[in-house]
C-alpha cells in the first residue's frame, strides 16, 4: 500500500512559477510516478510521468518545454517543477503511483495507476 500527498499548490500569475511535491508513505522504487490533473468541468487529464529509474520521462504536449518532472526515492518524493504558467493550466492536480518491474516504464494511462493522491489545486490568474 502506498499514500499519496501532494502539496505546494496555490494561486499564482499568469508566467510564474510553481513546484508542487507528491509525498509517499513508503520506498516508490519499482514505480513509476505519474502527475495528472483535472481542470474544473472538465476529464482528469495526464501530464507528466516519470520511470522509477528517472531516466524515462514523457509529457502531454501542452506542457512540453515548461514543465519538469523528477523523483528523489530516498525521500520518497515526486516533483513537479512548473514555469511559464497559463489561466489554462488551472486545474486539481494528481500524483500516482504505477507498479512496474520495466525500470525504464512510464505510463500516460490512468488505468494503469495503482494509488492516486488527493490531489492539490493550482490557480493561475490572467
Known amino acids: 500500500q502506498v499514500q499519496l500527498v501532494e502539496s505546494g499548490g496555490g494561486l499564482v500569475q499568469a508566467g510564474g512559477s510553481l513546484r508542487l511535491a507528491c509525498a509517499a508513505s513508503r520506498r516508490i522504487s519499482s514505480y513509476a510516478m505519474g502527475w495528472f490533473r483535472q481542470p474544473p468541468g472538465k476529464e482528469r487529464e495526464f501530464v507528466a510521468t516519470i520511470s522509477w529509474s528517472g531516466y524515462k520521462t514523457y509529457y502531454s504536449d501542452s506542457v512540453k518545454g515548461r514543465f519538469t518532472i523528477s523523483r528523489d526515492n530516498a525521500k520518497n518524493t515526486v516533483y513537479l517543477h512548473m514555469n511559464s504558467l497559463k489561466p489554462e493550466d488551472t486545474a486539481v492536480y494528481y500524483c500516482?503511483?504505477?507498479?512496474?518491474?520495466?525500470?525504464?516504464?512510464?505510463?500516460?494511462?490512468?488505468?494503469?495507476?495503482?494509488?492516486w493522491g488527493q490531489g492539490t489545486q493550482v490557480t493561475v490568474s490572467s
Open positions: 500516482a503511483a504505477d507498479y512496474n518491474a520495466y525500470s525504464d516504464y512510464v505510463s500516460s494511462s490512468s488505468s494503469t495507476y495503482d494509488y
